[in-house]
């Protein structure tokens, strides 16, 4: 990193800003998912299949108030690299400072916090828009195509990012509801130590789950992720939601990538590199008590649960 990177990283991002204006709308790829669904893989795996740039430690923990700097300086190194960082992750961490990031102070920066996220922060920040439009037209403009950002909390800001970048697509990667809470509560115990205490966004109506169970907390989570997206990718015009499972994902990664890539209106006919087969994750267990929980809760309304249900490839 050169002295000018280091200490005025403003000054660098108003020389891409000038260098690279990109186009008046502004475009992203968007990831979205729910906690422990399979999101941090897909994203480590469509960053490398489509060689779009995306938003890396290195942009999160240096320049997370100019963004485009640390994107533009990870995007050139990893191009640059003969053996590209491997797909390894713990609970959406990545390692190392090229590789893919949730980029949670970036989105701070830009769209705030708080909770229930889906209300206090589901969209741009007043004097944010202009940033993050001239930041996401730069990256396209110097790279060829648009950036590829995951992040929990955008679940609850489709339609305020959708409207911001407004050539922007959406990817929304699925897992088995079950599958994925288990997976949560699993995850609370180890991140948080607590089994109450959530470890991303928080839904409209956190207070109310609070005072569930730690199993139907994780459930009713998946629920209200998927009941917001589903929501949310109704309303998108026809080329700028796709969705996919990560069981089918794991299954087949060249497949489903293929068929996202022919169902997104910016993706369309780009290049695409092959993929390794993945393994499926480890099987989670649970305490007695948390599994009892678990099944009566799925049991009071087996129907509600059905459509959140992987049934299958195909």
């Known amino acids: ?34 906690p422990r669904t399979g999101s941090t893989l897909f994203y480590q795996a469509f960053a490398r299949a489509l060689g779009l740039a995306c938003i890396s430690n290195r942009a999160n923990a240096e320049t997370p108030l100019h963004p485009a700097v640390g994107i533009l300086a ?13 797909f390894e992750s713990r609970f959406g961490k990545t390692e190392g400072r090229n590789a ?51 992040n929990a909390w955008n679940c609850f800001r489709v339609k305020a990012l959708a409207e911001a970048a407004p050539r922007s697509a959406f990817i929304w990667i699925r897992r088995d509801a079950a599958a994925a809470a288990v997976s949560d509560l699993a995850a609370r115990y180890t991140v948080q130590g607590d089994p109450r205490t959530w470890n991303s966004a928080t839904p409209r109506n956190v207070e109310a789950l609070r005072q569930l169970s730690p199993a139907a907390q994780v459930l009713e989570n998946q629920f209200e992720f998927s009941r917001a997206v589903s929501e949310a990718g109704d309303r998108l015009a026809p080329g700028r939601f796709a969705s996919l499972w990560y069981e089918d994902f794991l299954d087949a990664p060249d497949a489903e990538v293929e068929r996202i890539v022919s169902n997104l209106s910016i993706l369309r006919g780009r290049l695409r590199a092959g993929l390794p ?9 649970l305490s007695e008590e948390d599994q009892r929980d678990f099944d ?16 299958g490839r195909g």
């Open 74 to 86: 990870s995007y050139r190194a990893r191009r640059a690299e003969s053996m590209p960082e491997g």
């Open 100 to 150: 893919p990031s949730e980029g949670s102070a970036i989105f701070a920066n830009w769209c705030g916090g708080g909770h229930p996220s889906e209300e206090v922060s589901a969209g741009l920040l007043p004097g944010r828009s202009v940033h993050f439009r001239r930041t996401l037209s730069c990256i396209e403009a110097a790279t060829g195509g648009p950036l590829l950002a995951k």
């Open 277 to 285: 087969q993945f393994s499926a994750p480890r099987p989670v267990s």
């Open 1 to 34: 990193m050169n002295q000018t990177f280091q200490d005025n990283p403003a000054q660098v991002e108003a020389e891409l800003f000038a260098a690279h204006p990109g186009p008046s709308e502004a475009a992203c790829v968007f990831i979205l998912g729910a």
């Open 296 to 311: 009566a809760h799925l049991a009071r309304d087996p129907a509600r649960w059905a459509g959140l249900a992987w049934r």
